[in-house]
């Protein structure tokens, strides 16, 4: 049944709207930072893109740090472990590529995140950013 009015225009997209056009959209990945980086990443690209992702852990020394990179390590991420700006604790950086951030995605990867520094005493996760 094909509609003509008023209604037809509300079920469509009109082909000029982008990201971060019209209403923002909502998320519920169980963590409030989590879901404000998904709406800005929203703002400025598709969610269905693929993108590189990575995410932290501080840990309060280099043996905690490699510890917790083998194990993410083993999971499948890219890591490195470098000393963090301040020069006093470690910080483990664990990338993927060509993820597709969704809601589900990101919930599933801070609950592994925080297992993991959870298992290492002295490490600490510190959240995640993505390309856009």
Do not use: K
Request: include cysteine; hydrophobic fraction near 40%; charge should be negative.
């Amino acid at each position: 049944m094909e509609t003509s009015g008023p209604e037809s225009f509300l079920m469509t997209t009109p082909p000029w709207i982008g990201p971060g056009d019209g209403p923002e959209q909502e998320f519920s990945t169980g963590d409030a930072e989590d879901d404000e980086l998904l709406r800005q990443i929203a703002r400025q690209s598709s969610l269905d893109a693929a993108r590189d992702w990575v995410h932290f852990l501080d840990c309060q020394d280099e043996v905690v740090a490699r510890s917790a990179a083998a194990e993410i390590a083993a999971a499948g991420w890219s890591v490195q472990v470098d000393l963090n700006d301040e020069g006093e604790d470690w910080c483990v950086a664990a990338e993927q590529f060509g993820v597709i951030t969704s809601a589900d995605v990101v919930r599933q990867a801070r609950t592994f995140f925080e297992s993991v520094a959870a298992r290492h005493a002295g490490a600490c996760y510190d959240g995640w950013q993505a390309s856009v």
